[in-house]
């Protein structure tokens, strides 16, 4: 799920306990084009500042690679978050989605601009008029059901550890009026990606988390990850994320993240991601055609594709990939599109506020 960004996301200053940031690298190499140093500093900022109890990053740099950290596992503990450590990822199992609903486009079992009735009749009132191609885009104008959901802090506790169905969150949507005619504008909404899951299904037979595990996360050895349906935990070494509640610090890293579904439950690590959007910019994992659309934007899309996304940076870089927010964790996934710079992430949400100070010091750093 994709709620706000790094500036709103709860933080409280590290300093007062004596916590700094551990950069696990070597100096900086004669080939090495990014700033270590610069690095660390901005993660520092993050855990200080800028709305992160613990941050953790993998950065390519052209043949180079390095982790760094800054901040917490757990809060006023003295423990380091975990360099392997894993993490919801939020939204970026959106990409993970795309994937293999692309994948099932290019065997022909699904047609990208077949109306989405054809595969699951009766589920959306404007079915016959919603293709595939708009739910990966979010261009179908269905409500966004999480807008519904009390995900703030003190409602998030009356809901967080409920199972959820995933026709229950699409009816929570089709209550709702669309927000536009289908295909004819864009937002960002969680409802889309609940189908695309339920389309998996449909066509697959099998659960959606099946299909990621055959398709994606065996063939690229991605053992870190995860689809993790109702369990609460996240398993391995991990840091903590919390919000504040009436005044009291409360750990939110235990969740049902069903709530999240095949918009945003899964699990991962940056070691894990970086190998997964590797092989995606690489042309391992789609076909030609269906790697073209993966990126194929409209002029009011915003740079988002199908899943994917492209950010142009002030400086001129175009970075291709996904964010995402759930509760606890914000996640980054980005990379240049010829792989050679590389930045995957985790930040853990914090009790108090933070201005999102340090996180255009990192970006501008790794690609610019």
């Known amino acids: 799920m994709r709620k706000r960004g790094i500036a709103l996301v709860a933080v409280v200053g590290l300093a007062a306990l004596g916590i700094g940031g551990t950069a696990v690298a070597e100096p900086v190499g004669a080939d090495g084009r990014i700033d270590r140093q610069v690095v660390q500093r901005a993660l520092d900022r993050l855990t200080t500042e800028g709305g992160a109890a613990g941050a953790q990053v993998r950065i390519t740099d052209g043949r180079q690679q390095f982790t760094a950290r800054s901040g917490v596992a757990e809060w006023e503990k003295a423990r380091p978050v975990p360099l392997d450590g894993r993490f919801r990822v939020g939204s970026v199992t959106k990409t993970f989605v795309s994937t293999v ?11 990208l601009d077949d109306p989405v009735g054809e595969y699951l009749p009766g589920l959306l009132p404007d079915g016959d008029k919603i293709t595939v191609r708009m739910i990966l885009q979010h261009t179908s104008g269905l409500y966004n059901y999480t807008a519904a959901l009390p995900l703030d802090p003190a409602g998030f506790e009356g809901i967080r550890y409920k199972h959820w169905e995933p026709r229950e969150m699409v009816a929570i949507s089709t209550a709702k009026p669309l927000d536009f005619p289908p295909g004819t504008s864009w937002n960002y909404s969680n409802t889309n990606y609940i189908v695309a899951g339920m389309l998996i299904e449909q066509v697959t037979g099998r659960p959606y988390e099946a299909a990621i595990g055959q398709r994606i996360l065996r063939p690229l050895g991605l053992r870190d990850t995860s689809v993790p349906g109702d369990r609460v935990p996240v398993p391995g070494p991990h840091a903590h994320g919390y919000y504040r509640v009436d005044g009291k610090v409360v750990d939110v890293t235990k969740i049902n993240p069903s709530v999240a579904w095949a918009a945003g439950e899964m699990i991962s690590t940056a070691a894990d991601l970086d190998r997964f959007i590797d092989a995606l910019l690489d042309g391992r994992l789609l076909a030609p ?18 899943g994917f996304e492209e950010v142009e940076l002030p400086c001129g870089v175009k970075v291709y ?30 009790p108090d506020g933070g201005n999102g100070a340090g996180l255009e010091d990192l970006l501008n750093e790794v690609f610019c």
């Open 289 to 306: 055609a269906q790697q073209a659309e993966l990126t194929r934007t409209l002029p009011f899309t915003g740079g988002y594709g199908l």
């Open 101 to 111: 609903v692309l994948q099932l486009v290019g065997e022909g079992k699904v047609g």
């Open 321 to 350: 990939g996904h964010g995402g927010s759930i509760p606890g964790y914000n996640t980054y996934l980005g990379s240049t599109k010829d792989t050679k710079t590389r930045l995957e992430g985790s930040l853990t949400t914090s």
